[in-house]
């Protein structure tokens, strides 16, 4: 069974988003509960949002490190706006209900660099489950485990064919 996707990795039996392990790490972990905030070091979570209180969920993820730091957001901010860059190029948003609000926490890049297809199947993953209004999913360690492993080899491709493959596995895991 693959142990990642992009900034999403199996630690123990519990998936994290982030590398709770690098200094000042924060990472999410995502439970049956909901999405638990983490800060290295402290033993309680930050915060703790329920999966109920989601009306979708995003991730954004640079592809190494360093394009997560604050001075390449200042350089970032001159190049082309689909990129991620900066603090917020590891971040984990949604919209909550109840009252309406945004909601959006950084996470911290693991020290290695993330493939360009685990990058999309990652944010393809998080998309589709919102889309099946299926986020509680995520919390369900085995069933990510099994979309996290059928994932995990398909080539990255912005084409259809890869998008309806995504869509496919996700659809055929929600039944």
């Given at each position: ?165 995504v869509s496919e596995i996700i659809e055929d895991l929600?039944?």
């Amino acid at each position: 069974m693959a142990q990642h996707l992009g900034p999403l990795e199996l630690v123990g039996d519990r998936w994290v988003i982030g590398d709770p392990k690098r200094k000042d790490g924060s990472c999410l972990v995502l439970t049956a509960a909901g999405i638990e905030h983490h800060m290295r070091g402290v033993p309680e979570p930050q915060a703790v949002v329920p999966w109920a209180r989601f009306t979708g969920v995003g991730v954004t993820a640079t592809f190494s490190a360093w394009e997560a730091t604050r001075a390449w957001g200042f350089v970032g901010a001159f190049g082309p706006s689909h990129i991620p860059a900066g603090r917020g190029g590891c971040s984990v948003s949604g919209l909550l209900r109840h009252p309406y609000e945004p909601w959006s926490v950084n996470y911290t890049h693991h020290k290695h660099r993330y493939t360009g297809a685990h990058v999309f199947l990652v944010k393809a993953l998080f998309r589709e489950v919102s889309d099946a209004k299926a986020l509680y999913r995520l919390g369900d360690a085995d069933w990510l485990g099994a979309a996290v492993a059928r994932l995990a080899p398909l080539p990255a491709r912005w084409a259809p064919s890869t998008r309806r493959q995504v869509s496919e596995i996700i659809e055929d895991l929600c039944t």
